[in-house]
């Protein structure tokens, strides 16, 4: 037994393996690379129990599957990218971006498995045929086998006569690979499937394999994306429909698809050509959606005989989309963090509810639930059904037409009396089964709400949030009583504000937005005066979320003094969080970068404006000293030539007295005479005519 288990190990050790797979930041190869990278080496060698095919399907639809470290024995995976910026891919041991062949071609000798998948980028045909022919050529150099797997598309199949005109629901599988016919958009897929089946004949340790893919869904979406997100948003009634619908769509799971690859890379079969679809057989009418009509007018029957026969797969849709419809929206709304945002708001009239409800719906993109607007949209929805219907419709839809048409009359027989009793209000039972209905609608449970205003009292939370369907084992929960999960807000605000305050912001409101609202003066203190009544009694909105463990988010509006309710705003969202969502469309990126270069463009003449006016400041204040500096420049030269004329009188009357009368008469003597010196002249009058002397 001892000598057994020592090869065992040996082949445990040695059977790690390098997988290459083009463009690892998109969808279909990301997912096949993830997948792969959680897979251990001959997992799918071994029968799968019951046990462990349900343990693999929670942990491959789990989030945390994609970020799982790499364990030791599973598949090391390397690829390309599509976009050089992308970030870094967890599962991936190595990623390449902007290659030369060359040092591609040293990256793919590197790898005991390269994967080609050309079902999402056509251009990755031609490197597709490149790489199959280089590795081809490099056969000699090959020091064991390499696995080379084209993942490819049904639509090389799209134009296949049926195997009997006389049956049509007779499926194509792999053995009917040569008769195939493609589609006239796909000639270079069907080109490069004979490229890389002719490279894998008859040479031992080069082995070829083409996988014919289904259209492909899960996870984050794939070519369903906006069939989801169209469906999401809710913005059109209905999805479109090309032709009649009545076409059969092969499809598979991305998951399932990984799945495969992993059995071919495993058990590395003798047949070279794949199906890969699920078991569904479901029409365009099935799965709809809105691009790559070459994909959705496709009419094929098909069967993955080898691969279900042969292969060890978990299968994650085996049954098809239409089956698994309710995981594959699950697991491709947590793929994308699409999650509803379900915010209830209460407080005193004129707090600020709706103001700032209107701004939380814009930056989550929201649904702003009003109790006015709920009320009049299900009393025009009871009066539309009531109304006559023209057409002819089948015996059972007009049975169950006027089943619905007299519970609606009843309903609206119910309102109207419930308002002629109530002075024109309507009952809370009313209320609430509509504001319930609107909150089950699928746009609040698909985006989320905001609950303006209502429910006011402990009673209508509890029967507005109740579950309908009690259970004993949710009652058995200590006090807490059972709820709807589906409808329960994730986050509460209490707003609130001193009394004299939100008077005072009423009466500081422009009459003609005050006229016809609840903002008169006596309707406004009688609102207000209800609120505190019901602020005080025993059992409390705050004391019902409390009791569900849903802790409110107090913000006391009189002390932010903020007329525009920005701080709280800015609160909540910080409480709240980033949205989540798919973010924003074309047009509101577009308005918002307008919005942006506006600001910017203000900031810049702002900026500019004080500039101009800070040198204009800095230039007055510079004249202003210079100025200043010549006026004190001419007072100091007006001082010197006083003090030297002062200084000067002296020295002039000495001159005056003593010198100038000889001097005068010295030069008038000089030029009498004319001498030939007269400097010497001079010299010789003054010496003997000195008065001093004589």
């Known amino acids: 037994m001892a000598e057994e288990e020592v090869p065992a190990s040996v082949e445990k050790v040695v059977r790690i393996q390098r997988v290459f797979i083009n463009l690892l930041d998109t969808y279909s190869s990301g997912n096949i690379g993830k997948f792969l990278s959680n897979c251990v080496v001959g997992a799918s060698l071994e029968e799968i129990t019951d046990e462990e095919e349900e343990e693999d399907e929670n942990k491959s639809a789990s989030p945390e599957a994609a970020s799982a470290k790499l364990k030791e024995g599973t598949f090391q995976i390397v690829g390309t990218l599509a976009k050089s910026e992308s970030t870094r891919l967890e599962f991936a041991v190595e990623t390449y971006s902007a290659l030369s062949r060359e040092e591609l071609l040293m990256r793919l000798m590197e790898c005991d498995v390269v994967i080609y998948n050309i079902t999402e980028c056509p251009q990755q045909v031609e490197e597709a045929t490149w790489a199959v022919s280089a590795l081809n050529e490099e056969i000699s150099h090959l020091e ?159 069967e993955a005989l080898f691969v279900k026969e042969n292969f060890n797969i978990r299968w994650v849709a085996q049954t098809g989309f239409v089956e698994n419809i309710n995981n594959i929206l699950k697991e491709y709304k947590q793929s994308r963090g699409l999650l509803p945002i379900k915010i209830c708001i209460f407080g005193p009239p004129a707090v600020g509810k709706s103001s700032i409800a209107v701004e939380l719906c814009k930056y989550y993109k929201l649904h702003h639930i009003k109790l006015k607007d709920v009320i009049s949209e299900a009393i025009a929805k009871l009066e539309a059904i009531v109304a006559p219907q023209e057409g002819g419709e089948e015996e059972g839809e007009e049975e169950e037409e006027e089943e619905n048409v007299e519970d609606a009359q009843e309903l609206l027989d119910g309102i109207k009396e419930s308002m002629e009793q109530n002075a024109g209000r309507l009952e809370d039972q009313y209320i609430i089964r509509f504001v319930k209905e609107k909150l089950k609608s699928m746009p609040c449970r698909n985006q989320g709400y905001i609950l303006d205003g209502f429910p006011k009292t402990y009673d209508q939370a509890k029967d507005l949030f109740n579950q309908e369907d009690e259970e004993e084992e949710e009652e058995i929960r200590g006090k807490m009583f059972p709820f709807d999960k589906l409808i329960i807000p994730e986050f509460v605000c209490a707003l609130d504000a001193p009394d004299e305050f939100l008077k005072e912001r009423v009466m500081n409101l422009p009459e003609s937005l005050v006229a016809g609202t609840h903002y008169t003066q006596d309707r406004f203190l009688r609102a207000l005066s209800n609120y505190r009544d019901i602020s005080t009694d025993d059992e409390t909105l705050l004391n019902y979320f409390d009791e569900l463990e849903i802790h409110p988010i107090h913000i006391d509006v009189g002390k932010l003094e903020d007329a525009q309710n920005r701080l709280a705003i800015k609160q909540l969202i910080k409480e709240i969080g980033e949205p989540r969502n798919y973010g924003l469309t074309d047009e509101e990126k577009a308005e918002e970068e307008r919005r942006a270069a506006e600001r910017r463009l203000a900031r810049e003449a702002a900026e500019e404006a004080e500039r101009e006016h800070n040198e204009a400041v800095e230039m007055a204040e510079k004249i202003a000293r210079w100025e200043e500096w010549n006026k004190q420049l001419e007072e100091v030269k007006r001082e010197e030539r006083e003090l030297l004329e002062a200084q000067s009188i002296p020295l002039r009357n000495y001159l005056m007295t003593y010198v100038m009368p000889t001097l005068m008469q010295g030069v008038n003597e000089c030029c009498k005479v004319r001498p030939e010196d007269p400097v010497d002249f001079l010299a010789e009058y003054l010496f003997k005519h000195n008065p001093e002397t004589q």
């Open 144 to 302: 064991k086998r390499k696995v080379f797997i084209l993942i490819s598309t049904v639509m090389t199949w799209a134009r296949s006569k049926p195997l009997d005109p006389d049956d049509s629901e007779i499926p194509f599988t792999e053995e009917d690979y040569r008769r195939r016919k493609h589609h006239p958009n796909f000639l270079d897929h069907i080109n490069a499937e004979k490229m890389v089946l002719k490279f894998g004949k008859n040479v031992r340790k080069f082995e070829t394999y083409i996988v014919a893919a289904g259209l492909q869904y899960g996870m984050e979406g794939g070519l369903l994306h906006t069939f989801f997100k169209t469906a999401w948003l809710g913005e059109v009634p209905a999805l479109s429909v090309f032709g009649d619908g009545s076409n059969i769509i092969p499809a598979i799971h991305v998951l399932d698809l990984a799945g495969v690859i992993q059995n071919v890379i495993d058990h590395v079969p003798k047949v070279h050509y794949l199906v890969a679809v699920d078991e569904s057989v479901q029409t365009l009418e099935d799965v709809v959606k809105q691009e790559c009509l070459d994909h959705l007018l496709v009419n094929l029957r098909m």
